[in-house]
């Protein structure tokens, strides 16, 4: 039998892929309760280089907006990160309201020199756009994404500051330009003596 493997140029599903047709949505608002299970999480465990994630679910509507689909509810994770400093796991629990804005992937059109102003599509909500292609979103991979975004980017452990200085590593306020002041007046103090 012949081995269905994927041409190289196509890049591979998401780790929690949910896709949804746009005609399904058009029709009437969609309510979706989301849930990764064991295996996809731990996909994401290694993309998103976690310790642990021990939960990712999602309770959401999707509504057309004209061409675009909105996304509106909650996303919540239980996930463990290293501490930057110390590398000890620290348990996050993240319970976030969720508002995204799929909007069809903008195409690239040769057009004549504007005069500079930027078309401002979102009207200034506070929602994170998604771009898609195609007649469908993948919902999973948006609130993937949405969690790595949620996260701590330099988690650190309450011991993570004392963890350092034995290490020898200035904090801000010492290794500032007043740090280095203070340590200056120091070294003159002593030489009066």
């Known amino acids: 039998p012949m081995s269905n493997k994927s041409t190289p140029d196509k890049a591979p599903p998401p780790e929690f892929s ?13 309510t979706l309760d989301l849930s990764a299970n064991a295996e996809e999480r731990a996909a994401l465990v290694r993309r998103f280089g976690l310790v642990g994630l021990e939960r990712l679910d999602a309770t959401l509507t999707l509504t ?22 110390t590398g000890e ?5 993240l319970d976030e309201p969720l508002l995204l804005r799929f909007v069809p992937e903008p195409e690239i059109v040769e057009t004549e020199p504007d005069d500079g102003e930027i078309a401002d599509a ?27 975004l949620s ?3 330099y988690p650190r452990s309450p011991g993570a500051d004392q963890f350092l200085k ?25 030489s009066d003596q």
């Open 18 to 30: 949910r896709v949804y047709r746009l005609t399904q949505i058009h029709q009437q608002p969609l």
């Open 64 to 85: 057309a907006d004209g061409e675009d689909i909105l996304a509106d509810g909650t996303l919540r994770a239980d996930v463990e990160q290293a501490c930057v400093a």
């Open 89 to 93: 796991p620290l348990a996050v629990h």
């Open 122 to 148: 979102s009207d200034g909500d506070a929602r994170d756009i998604v771009h898609f292609e195609g007649g469908a979103i993948d919902v999973g991979e948006a609130l993937a994404e949405t969690l790595l």
């Open 151 to 153: 996260l701590d980017p």
């Open 166 to 190: 034995q290490k020898g590593v200035l904090s801000e306020e010492d290794a500032g330009p007043f740090g280095a002041l203070a340590s200056l007046r120091d070294a003159l103090g002593k």
